[in-house]
Each structure stands twice: as C-alpha cells, then as structure tokens.
C-alpha cells in the first residue's frame, strides 16, 4: 500500500500539506474519515490540525517511527470516475470513497480498475440488461462506454475474433455478491450477439441450463437468497463465424453436506422445495411428497420461503428447461422420484437396539417410500443402514454398527445419491450443449466462490479458500504481464516492481509433506484421526512456515495466512469429508433398483471419473496433454483418490485452461449484510476489496507510473499552463519542455512513444497547478470586470446627475416665466372685472327705474278698464237672468223627467259593473287574458279608450246635474227670499210650503246621494284605472322576462352549437389523428412482416446453398439461388428457378433431417403462420367476391326478367365477336408468321406473302362494314319480336304462350326440337311418380293440335304481313343506299357509327309508334328496355371499337416495316416499277408521329434485357449521364407492348424476371448505398408507371391526352403493383440498414467526442482503458464527415431521381437514428454529461437544422426526432438546484422518460472545479415530480426502428415516345413501336 512518502509528490511535503488541504484519516467506525488542514504542516511537525466534515477540530499525530503522513484526498473532479486508475492518488481511502460516491450517489454499480471489472451488487433489479442495452454495448471498445459486464463481454468476443485466441471471464466474489447474475448476463450477452440466436437453439439451450443448475446448485443462505453452493466453469464454443454452436460444463466442489444439514435461516437446494411445493399436482403424487416443514432435509433452516419466489412456478421452468435441453419425460419422472426418496431418507428414524447396534422400525414410512420409489427391498435396505461389512484377509463378517454411525452412514448415501444425480445432469447437459460441428474457438465464464472466512471455517472453506490463492497468483501474475508489456511498448525503461507472491502459501498447501499431503496419508491410515492429523500439521510447520500459525486455545484448529486474511480451520470432520466413503453394500443394493436411472447412475462407480462426472468431449482440446488410458487395476487405484486429491487435479486442469486463454476478471462486492438496496458499508467493502485483488492492482500500478496521458491529450488539458511561445508545432516537444519547467524531478514522470507516464499524485499536483492557474485567470477577469462595472456605474452616475441638474435649472426658470405670466394675467383680469361691476350697478339701477314706470301706468289702465268692464257686465247680467228665469220654468218638468230616466239608467250600469268586476277578479278571465298577451293588451287599450270615454260622457253628466242643481238652489232661494216677502200669502198655502220643503230635502238628499255616487264611480275608475296600469306593467314586464329568456335560450343555443362543433372538430381530430396512428402501426406491423419474410427467404436460399455444397458440387451456371418470393404469395412471381431450387431441396433432404430440428420447425411455424394468414386474407377476399357476385346475380336476374330478349342476342353478339376477334388474332399470327419466315430482300415485294397477308388484313377491315350491316338486321328483328311478345303479353293466357313460342320458332327443326322437350319433360321424375291417365294425354294431344293450328294461321298471317311489308323493304331500300353513300364520304369508323346509329334510331321510332297506337303501358316498358339495350349497344361497339383500333396500328405498324424493308428494294428495281409505286411512300413522314411509346423484344431477349438493364447496370454513370428513372421507364414500354400484343406469359415472365434480378443486385451489393437508392428509385417509378397508365381514373389525373392513349388496356396488374410496392419497402428497409451502417461509426465521434467548439470541455484524467480523444485526428470522425455524408445521400437521391417525399422520409430516418445513437451514448457515459458538452451538442444540433434549412427540409419531421436529444442537451446546462429548477426541467424534458432524467441527473459529472454536482436530494425531487407519469421504463431509445415507409403517387410528365435508349445500355436488340 502507498505510503506518506509516496504520496509526495515532486513539491515537499510542506508544500503539499498546506492550510485547506483534505486528508483522509483513519476511522473505526467508516474506516477512513475526510478532514480538512486549518494549518500548515512544517517539517517536523509531530501533528496534523484538523477539521472534520461535520466541524469537529481535531488534532491528528503522526506516528513518532515513520512520521507517514495521510493520504491526500483527490480532487473533486476526479471522484466518480469510471476507473480507478485514473484517479491521481492511488490509495485504499480514495477507492473505497470512489466507489462509494459512485454506488449510493450515482446508482452505478460498475466501476474498473484497471483490467478488473468490480461490481457491486445492488439488491434491487435494474434495467441495465435489456436487449437495447446489448445492443448499445455491441462493437464498442471497452473504454469507450461506462463499465458493465456487457463491456467486458464485448471485449472477450471483440478479442476472440481479432486475435484467434480463447478467452475467459472470471468472476469471483463471496456469496451473495452476484456472480452467478453477472456470469448469467455474460452468457446471455454472446447469446444475442453471436447473430445466430433466431436461426439455432443452441443460446437458448445454453441460458436455460441456468435454471437446472441453479435448482440442483444453488441454495439460500444467511448472506445470499441464490447462492452457488458449487463452482463451475462453462465454456461456450463458436465456429469459424462466431456464432455459439455448443458449450461445455465443468463444476467443482458441490456442497453435500448441505443436503442433510443446513443452518438457521438457511436453505437445502432449491429443487426439493420445487418438488415439495408442487406435490399437488397429478404427475407428482406418486412422490408422496408434502410441505417442506414435514422433512428433515428441508425443515432446518426453519425458514423454508423465500420472499418473492414461487417455488411451483419455478418447477415449471426447471421441468421447461429440462425439456429444452433434451431430457426427456421418462427421465425427468426418474430424477424426481430419486430427489424424493432422498427427502424420505432423511426421515428414516434410527433406534438404538443397545450400546453397539442400531435397529429400524418394522414397516417405517418413510422407508417403504424410499424403497418403493428407488425400486430396491426394504429388507436390504433396512439391513445395510444398520449393519456394515468388514473384511479381512481371511474371512469377512457383517457387524452392527450403533445409531450415531447409521446414522451418518445414511446422510453419507443421501449426499452420494445426489452428487451423482447432480453428476448425471451435468454431464447431460454437457450432451445436450456439445457441439455437432468443429469448434473454433471458445469464451469461458468461470463462476466459482470467492474468498471465505466464517466463525467455524472447515474442509469446503479450506478447498475455497485454496482455489482462490491459485486464482491470485494467476490474477497477480497477469497484471504484471500487462504492466510489462504497457512499459516495454512505450519504450520505458522497466525496473522490477515488488507486489506480493503467494507462492508460498500454495506451497504450504499442496506441495510434498503440505496439508493436503498429509491429510491424504492421515486418510490411509487405519486409526488415523482429526487429532493426529491436527499434530503432523503443528509438528511439519509450526516451525518451519511462517503463513502456518497454532491456535492458542486449541488444540484442533489451525490457521493458514492467506493473501486477503489470517483463517482459522476447525480439523473436525476433514478427514470424514476428505474420504467422502460410503457403505459399500448399500450401493450393491441400489445398483440392483428396478429403477433404470438408478442402475444409470451406478454403473460407472468402478470408471475413473472427475469430481463432477463431466466428460470433455464436445469441446475444444486445450493445451493439455491427454492422459493415457489406464488398466483396470489403476482405474481401482484411482477410484480411492479422496476429495482433496481430485480437487487439486481439477483445479490444476482449470488453471492450465485460464493460463492458455485471454482472462477478464469480474470482482463481485457485497455493499451491506442486510441486502439494503442501495447501502453501502464501508467494513464489508474493505474486507472484499482486498480479499478479491483490487487494491493489489492499485497497488502495483501506484508502485510504477499509473497516470498514462497521450501528448494529445495532455496538450489539451493543461493547455492553460503553457505560454504563446511554447506552443510548437510538435505536440510532442511542446509537452516535454512544458512538463520540464513544471516537474523539476524527472523520476516523476516518463515520455513514451505515444503517452506520458506520470507516477502517483503528479496528476494531482498539475491539476492544481491547472485549478490555480483558471483561478488566477478568474480573479484577474473578475477584477477586469468589477473594475468595467463599477466605471460604467460611475459614468452612468454622473451622467444622471448632470441630467437631473440641467432639468432642475429648467424648471425653475420656467416656473419664474410663469409667476411672471399669471401677475400680468390678474392684473389685467382686475381691470376688466371692476368695469363689469360698475356697469352692471348702472345697468340695473335703469332698469328699476323703467319697471317702476311700467307697473304704475298699467295698474291706472287697469283700474279704468275694470270700472267699465263693471258696468256692462251688469246690463249683462240683468238681461240673462231675466231670460233664464223665463226659460228655467219650462225645463223645470224636463229635467224631472231625465232625472229618472238617469237613476234607471244608473241602476243598469251598476249591475253591469258588478257583473264586470266578478268577471275581472274570476281565475278564468285571467287565464283568457294570459292567452295572446298582445291580443290582449290591444283589447285592455280599447277596454280603457272605451272606458275613459264613459268617464268623460258620465263626468259631463254629473256636471251639467251640478249646474242644474246650482241653479234650482240659486232659483229656490230666490223663491225663499220672495217668499219671505210676501209671508203672509204665504200662510194661507202652508201645506204647498210643507210640501215644496219635503221635495227640497229630498231634491238634497238626492243631490248627496248622487255626489257619494260620482265620488264613488270616480273611486272605481282610478281603481280599476291603477288595476289596468299595474296589469299592462306586469304583462309588459312579463313581455320583456319573455324577451330576455328567449335571447338567453339563443345565446345558450348558439353556444352549445359552437361547444358541439368545437368539440366534433376535436373529436374528429382525435379520430383522424388515432386513425392515423393506428395506419402507421398498421403500415410498420406490414413492413416488419415484410423484412421478417425477406429475412426468412435469405435464410431459406442459404440453407439451400448449404445444402447443395454439402450433398454434391453444382455445376457451374445451372443453379441460382432464388430470392424472388413475393410477399402476397402470387404464383406469378415464382419461375423455373425456383423449380430448380426445389429439385435441390428435394435432394438435400436427407441433410435437412440431420440439421437442427428446432430451426425446421421454427421456419415451418413461420411459414405456417404466413399462410395461413394468406389463406385467411384469401378466404376474405373470395367472400367479398363471393357476396358482390351473389348480389350482382340477383340483380342480373330481376333485369333478366325484363330483358329476356335482350340476352339471346348478347350472347350471338359475344359469340360473332370472338370468333371476329380470333380471326383477326390468327391472321395478325400468320402475318407475323410469314414476316419472320420471310425476312429477305423481297420480303415486302407486291405478292409476296407478307404483302397478301397485309393485303388480306386490309380486306378483312373493309368487310367490317357488311357485319354492321348484319346486326342492324339482328337488332330489327329483335326489336319486332319483343313487339309481338309485348302483344301477347296481356291477352293470351298459358297456351297462347305456348302458341307464341311456338309461332316465334320459324322452321320445323325448332317445332320439333319443342316437341322433344315437351316429351323429355312428361318423362321427367316430376311426371313418373305416377302413370299418365288417358285424359291427360288427350288433353295435352289437344293443345299440341291447338298450337298446331294456331301456328299455321300465325303463318297465314304472316305471308300477308310479308307481302305489304316488301314494298316499304322496297323504299327501305332505296333510303338506305342513299344512306350509304353518304357515309361512304365519312371516314371509316365514323361511316360505322354514324349507320348503327341512324338504324337503331329508325327501329326503334317505327316501333315506338306501332306501341304507342296499340298500348301506351307496353309502350312505357318498352321505350325503357329498348334506351337500356340502345346503352349495352354503344358500350359493346366502344369496345369494338378499340379492338379494332388496336388491330389497325398493328397493321399500320407492319405497313411501315414493310415499307421499311422494301425501301431498299427500291434502289433496285426498275424506274417502271417506281413509277408504279410512287403513292406507297406516304407512310413515311408519319413514322415518329405515330410512335406509341413502346419497346418490342424477342422471347428470346428477355434474359439479356434484364441482364443488360438490371444486373450488370452500373448505378453511377445512368445517374449522372442520362434521365432519372431510365431503367423503369424502358421496363415499362416493354411491359406496354406485351400488354398491346395481348401476350400474357410474356407481361408475367418480364415482371417475374424483373423482381427477381432486382433482387438479386440487391444482394449481390445491398452494401451499397449508391446501388440501394438507385433501385428504390426505379422501383418506386416503375411502380407509379403502372399506376399511371393503368387505365384507372384515380390516377389519371395529371395525364395528358397522350399519355392516356397509353393506358394498359388488355390487362390488370393491381397485384403486380403490390408486390412492387412490397419490393420497394424492402428496397427502403435495406437502404436504411446500409445508411445506418455507414453513420453508426461517424455518430459518437462527430456529435459527441469531437469539440466543435475547440477550448470549450477539457479532457479529464483517464485510466488505463483509454477512452477515444476527442481531439481530431486524421482517422477521426468529426460533424463536418457527418454532414458531409448526409450531403452525400441527399445529393445521390437526388441524382437517381428519387420522390421527394421519399427523401423527406430518409432524413427523418437519418435524424431520428442521429439522435437515438447520439443520446443512447450520452446516457451511458459519465464522463459525457457536463455542462460544456451539452453546449457542444446544442451547437451541433444546430448545425444539423441548418444542414436541413439549406435542403429545405425543415417540415419533413426531421427535427422533431432530435428533441430527446436537444432536451438532453438542455438539461445538462440548467440550473439544477433548487424546487423552480426542478419545475422547470419536468415542464422543459416532456420528450425524455423519467429513467432518462434521472440518468442524466445521475451521470452529471463537473469537469472543472467550478462546477457543482447535482444532490440526491434534487434527484429526489424529480423523481417525485415525474411518478405520475406514463411511460415505458425503457432506458435507451430503440435505434432499430424504422417508420413506416409511405409511397405516394408521384406522376411523370415526361412523354414516353420521346425517350431515347442510349447505345451504351447494350439494348440494340429493342425495337421502337
């Protein structure tokens, strides 16, 4: 271990040890304790003042012998590195610390030292293992990524195949520190990339052996849940391609004593717990198994569950993997009743008979079950575990052992039976796994126990412990190999380096007279003992060994110093478990079982086996020499070895296999006792640590020169520390003066040929040079920048200050002017204010003086006016009284009589009003009123018009009653008063008084009671007045609450109707999105079938290849692989090659037998389940068709009922153009025919064959006029007997039906082809069920003679008919040859139509009349059938139509050949004969006019068009000199003129034949990119051209006139068009594969290694595995190579023509797997995750976004698919602090998953001192924040997804006649059409 003076470095001690240094001290509790100097140290200071980190001072002494001083801390940007060599003080504090800050704080559990892997075990399951993880770790130096037992895989396989030498992992550790799950993660990591884990079963066969041996080896103990309680070693063999093919098992030391004994809180092995937990089920009954508690094998530990495993559960995966690996039911049932007899054998209950001997019950249980289930007699067996047999040289006897030796004697068969049943699976499984084919080379995974140490350590403890001090010596001596071999390749001068050697202790232990030597003899002897096996130890080594020390307190003990620790062992029961004998009778017994396994498992007891029964075939033969085969006699001698011997050999075995591989060692820690996730204890760490080697290796590379920097590397990081005039061009001068001037000792440090080599602490000292130098440079900014601020604060004080001056004078000049303005203002506003004043008193003092005058002279006027005004209003007065006396008397009677005429009247109205009242205030005049508000308002309004008016006319009343009244009271008083004069006349009529004075009192009472009557209707009316207001405000109030709900309910409408169409627009938003995400799926679920079915035929057409090599040799050019299989299964895309290949399968089929079983069965199912999802597809297609047919038969019927005519003359129609068209196809033949037979010089001459041909086909078209003619004729008499059908129709019962049919016949063949069926159906089973009586046959003679009779007037009839039609046939005629003429001056096809048209016409009006005279109903139907007919007819004459406008190009296109050919016939012949034929050459200017756009070529040529065009077709010069798209282009016109000629074996040989070489070019060079997307792109164009010019109006569109004249026309290639648009997705997946492979190296170096930004990130301190520099270099990748080859690919695309849609969907793919990769890196990469690097990668990110802004590829998606990666980015440069940051990174990181975060926030690492790391207790507080999240826990982005490829269609403009083929595609033998 480094000592004080080491850790100083080139400064003295007191220059290192200054105040705020940090030292670590030991500690009891933490073993070692950070503190912090408060003082400096001086030399000879024999104290160290201190301050802890919780605060506490203390003072720490030094040791008064060697003054060491502490261990100096690390830098805190060292801590937390991924290895441990690259901390610059190389001490057991600062591992231990390292480790520990990386386990609780980082939740790393791996970390390196140097070549050991050490890993820590978590107790908590972690997604670190997933198959994304594997992926991520495949193909990456070791340095390169953070540490994992993937790593260390990689690197063993990386190793295997680069350097043809095996490899080992060995991990080690104590139990329960996860060996086992880290070799199981080994094995499974080379299982998955070994790139055979989907073609064999040999990775699965291999992974599910780890259940079988974790049943039958391992347990639970105290310290572990699944602990080994064996070692083993597996080595996993690959062939020539590095693909596993089988492994092989070695175990070592089981544990037996485990199976009848275990300690509290212990486990046996985990089978019988399986066996007991599934005792219920049916196949286990005949065990008679039970709970676990009710056997002594199992029942303990008294814990016999463990938490969170199901033993039942478990069972089936062992019974699973059985099966898998090829043990076979009847076996498994063996294996387990054994298993179960040994848990019944352990409840075998002894019984002293007496002191010597020992009896078993009669009938025992347990006993009885173990014999039935071991086949053996229980008499036999009851016997032998009580008795043994002895013999001697005489005689031999049986002898009564007592209950304690029985006892043993049992648990010693129990433990034999299951070491061999452990023997016999291992050494099935070995069957299983070996080999069928030559192993290669080989990967061993080396499991076994670490060190030991317990309370009572015995004879397994010492052979562990044993095992492990070879494994030592072996670990110490390869690290100093790897030392060397670093020096000597640096060229450093080597000087030997003490580390410790063990040799020794080995010695001790198993040389001549060692402890397992003498434990052997002990064992020899026939009374040897523990006790005198304990005394030969103390008395050969007490003495003689100083690693061999004596107990002081015992006298059976001894203790061994081992390389980790002192041990003490217990001598009880070595020698029993050394001779590990057992009685040998009971094995005689079981080897006579009835239970076959059984006799299996004994019968090689007399065989020389090893310690596990293991045989070594099937693997690799190692470096060993085999050892002879030995006789009989020594095989006897072998079988005696004990246990200790056997284990010696074995080990040396293994070390002889380790030492002839490559090893990679895998240390294993135990963090804590109480298996607490995530805790770490500093004492158990320790012990590990130097129990399993670590600080051994920290302690040889701190004894040479551990810091190893690369020139480079060291040029960047103290960069700093280097002046301008230092910097040379040299890197390597550069360092070496710069190091000179800052190390003045030269023993520090060493330059080799690539690296510096630093000795411990010089790291450390130059770091703080760096660190002291950045602070100085800060202080200096900081002071450069405070002193900027504080003058900028100053100027802008001073500024302020003269503005706030120059304002203030400004404004108290302004406020003088002001108080200058406002007194001139008042003075001027007083002047003009007391002028007001004074003219306003003189104003009103004249103006009372004229008001004064007015009222005097007006109140004088006044007085004179009224004194005249008196006089004559008396004369007035005296003349109107006069006159109204007069008058008043004649009224006097009048007015009595209206008076009572009045009160009558009055008493009317009051009943009235009281009957209105009662009406007003009834319920039901309210809800009348309520009906119709406004109606009723407008009656209210005229109730009180009307009211109101009675008012007025009553009020008159009343008051014309008062003046009345007034003036009868002013006449009476008069009266009075002259009453009163004349008294005494008066007293003579005393009664006359008395009476006048009755009526004046009643004349009174009458006036007051009509005054009470007024005041009271004028009471009623304001009531009833008040009534009507409050009502018509109530109704209007009513009105107006009406109102405002009415516009309420609108407005709530109107909202609803806006939320209702807000919310379908979101739905329907949601819809359309979830279908498009769903089509997506969809889309990529198809595309993955696709990839998964081209895979499946790569893999097919290989195993044919390799069936063929290995039956007989091919001969050369008559076998070809066939790779053209479509993906709908159409027969069309299969051809005679893969007839041939099926020939070959069929003759490798005996091969086939012999090759792996499970991969034939695997591709079966696979092909299985894709046919029967064809067939299923199929089957659901023919319904479809099926259920449209049945419809359109049904709708065919119903129309048939209308048009049963009309199908009698389709169908002779159909018949006369087929035969027209088969003529026309036999002479086009025979034109063909003698053209090619006749190819000479007068070939196109007048009358040779071809000419007559020509001739004849001229012919034949001019006689298509006369067939016109014929059907016009057809037509007519079909029209005139659908009208005599019509006639019949409603008149004739059934047999004037038979009369009609009979009368349509026309000749006697059709009577009596109607009397024949008339026999056949009264022959029919419907008529013979019973004999035909005479009257029937008379009466169906008689309607055969009625029919006879009314046919023959039908013919009378007729003849007359006849005869008055011949002469309008007549006129007919002659219109009809004006008719032709005339269209003999149309053109043909015109003159056609035009002569249909006008017949039809013709018919039809002379038969509409005839109908519409005769029934106006058969008139309607007969007008719609004859427009329905009229519409079949032009629709089969179009058709015609372009039949024979197709045959006459082809017969213009002969014509020009023959003109052609003829044409150099010309220059021959005579001028007579050019004279002749001067008018042919007219077809010559018309040549390129008519040009259709096609290609013709010969049967023949087909193979050498698809050669010359696809498989020979070099992508670069067709993409560079001639048009996008070529190839597809001339493809297409030849498939067009197999379509034109009609030829369909030549469209489907040309697409099939076509597929398949594109298929083959594919993989022949499917690596490059250049030949993919030359291929994509045709492929895609070739597509859209059958889509096109397929006739089908979708597409069509965009078409000119021409191009539509192109159109396809005799056939549908729908189903070709997918199986192109399935071959263009597999095209797409394969450009992807190759583009990906092209990135996937430049990624990690250009987006994340390489600085962009230079001087932006340092590079920190590495360890001994280099990481790559992120300087660039020559042979580095940097963003520029990046973007350059994303320019490469765009800009090839581009020249192929691809679609730009297509592309887009490239750069999207490229993008996302940019990012993917890019952020899969960073999060598993420490030293990646820094405040500069995410920097970096934003400025990258950036330049890929202008990458796409100068493509214009911005809205592709391609940006989106960076935003994990941009997020990343993000979150490594936030503040990361406080509650706010942590809300704003859970807002900011939407796109990243929870485990991603944390990862990040984990790895975060500060790569200067100025940093800050991120708290556990921030972590936290994310992870709270982000639990409601739903996601995938998935930690890694999936890099092999690829979107789902889209093709839209994409229509070309360019015009087919115009492409021209180039000579230089060798395609002469094309012909233009």
Known sequence: ???????????????????????????????????????NYKHGDSTLHLTLEDGMDIEHKLDDKTKNLPHLRNPDILVGENDLTALSYLHEPAVLHNLKVRFTDSKLIYTYCGIVLVAINPYENLPIYGSDIINAYSGQNMGDMDPHIFAVAEEAYKQMARD?????????GESGAGKTVSAKYAMRYFATVSGAATEANVEEKVLA?????????????????????????????FDKRYRIIGANMRTYLLEKSRVVFQADEERNYHIFYQLCASSHLPEFKNLKLGSADVFHCTNQGRNPVIDGVDDAKEMCTTQHAFSLLGINELNQKGLFQVLAAILHLGNVEIKDRDSDSSIIPPNNRHL?????????????????????????????????????QASNARDALAKHIYAKVFNWIVDHVNKSLRATVKQHSFIGVLDIYGFETFEINSFEQFCINYANEKLQQQFNMHVFKLEQEEYLKEQIPWTLIDFYDNQPCINLIEAKMGVLDLLDEECKMPKGSDDSWAQKLY????????????????????????????????????????????NEEQINVLKASKLDLLVELFQDEEKVTSPTGTAPGGRTRLSVKPKQIRSAGASSKEHKKTVGCQFRNSLAMLMETLNATTPHYVRCIKPNDLKFPFTFDPKRAVQQLRACGVLETIRISAAGFPSRWTYQEFFSRYRVLMKQKDVLSDRRLTCRNVLEKLVQDQDKYQFGKTKIFFRAGQVAYLEKLRADKLRKACVRIQKTIRCWLVRKKYLRKKHAAITIQRYTRGHQARCLVKYMRQTLAAITIQKFQRMCVQRKLYLQKQAAALVMQTILRAYMARQKYQGLLRNHKAVFIQKHVRGWLARQRYKRSLRAIVYLQCCIRRMKAKKELKKLKIEARSVEHFKKLNVG???????????????????????????????????ESDKLKVEVSKLKGIEEEAKNNANRVTSLLEELERLRKELTTTQKEKKTIEDWATKYRDEMEKMVAELKQQNGLLKTEKDDLNRMIKEQSQQMTEKMTRALAEETQQLESDLNEERSRYQNLLTEHLRLEERYDDLKEEITLSVSVPKPGHRRTDSTHSSNGSECTYNSEFAESEESSRHGEDVTRGMDTSLTLKLQKRVTELEQEKSSLRNELENKEEQFQRARVRDDEEHKKSRGAELEYESLKRQELDSENKKLKHDLTAMRQSLLGNAGAGAGAPGSPPYKVLMDQLNSSCEELEVRKEEVLILRSQLVSQKEAMQHKETMTEPVHYAEDVHKMKDSGAITQAYLGLKETNRSPRFLHKPLEANELLNRLRLLEGQMQQQRRSYDNEVEVLRGELQSVKEENNRQQQLLAQNLQLPPEARIEASLQHEITRLTNENLEMLRTEDPTAYRSAKVNILRRMVDLMEQLEKQDKTIRKLKKQLKVFSKKIGEMGAGHVETISPGQMVEETVRPVNIPRREKDFQGMLE?????????????????????????????????????????????????KVRTLLTSTINSIKKILKKRGDDFETVSFWLSNTCRFLHCLKQYSGDESFMKHNTPKQNDHCLSNFDLAEYRQVLSDLAIQIYQQLIKCMENILQPMIVSGMLEHETIQ????????????RTSSIADEGTYTLESILRQLSAFHSTMCQHGTDPELIKQVVKQQFYIIGAVTLNNLLLRKDMCSWSKGMQIRYNVSQLEEWLRDKSLMLCGAKETLEPLIQAAQLLQVKKKTDEDAEAICSMCNSLSTSQIVKVLNLYTPVNEFEERVSVTFIRTIQTRLRDRCETPQLLMDTKIIYPVTFPFNPSSLALETIQIPGSLNLAFLTRV
């Open 1 to 39: 271990m480094e000592k004080g003076h080491d850790s100083s470095t080139s400064m003295a001690a007191s220059e290192l040890y200054t105040k705020f240094a940090r030292v670590w001290i030991p500690d009891a509790d933490e073993v070692w304790k950070s503190a912090e100097l408060t003082k």
């Open 164 to 172: 043809e030498r095996n490899q080992s992992i060995i991990v080690s």
């Open 209 to 237: 052996s780890n259940p079988i041996m974790e049943a039958i080896g391992n347990a639970k103990t105290t310290r572990n849940d699944n602990s080994s309680r064996f070692g083993k070693y597996i080595e996993i063999g």
């Open 368 to 404: 009885t079950v173990f014999c039935e289930l071991m086949g053996v007699t229980y008499q036999d067996m009851s016997h032998w575990l009580c008795h043994k047999k002895l013999k001697t040289a005489q005689e031999t006897y049986i002898k009564p052992i007592p209950r304690l």
């Open 539 to 582: 008395n050969t080594h007490l003495k003689t060994c100083s690693l061999f020390e004596k107990p002081r307190m015992s006298n059976k003990a001894f203790i061994i110093q081992h390389f980790a620790d002192k041990v003490q062992y217990q001598c009880d029961g070595f020698l029993e478990k050394n001779k590990d004998t057992v």
């Open 933 to 967: 508000m406004e109606n009723k308002i407008m009656q209210l309004q005229r109730k009180l018009d009307e009211q109101a008016k009675d008012n007025r006319v009553t009020s008159e009343r009343l008051s014309c009653l008062e003046t009345s009244h007034a003036v």
């Open 1497 to 1545: 070529y010969k049967k023949e040529d087909e193979l050498k068009l698809v050669k010359n065009l696809i498989l020979e077709l070099k992508p670069r010069g067709v993409a560079v000199n001639l048009i996008p798209g070529l190839p597809a282009y001339i493809l297409f016109m030849c498939l067009r003129h197999a379509d034109y000629v009609n030829d369909d074996q």
């Open 1655 to 1666: 001087g932006v990130s340092g590079v920190k301190p590495t360890g001994l595995r280099k």
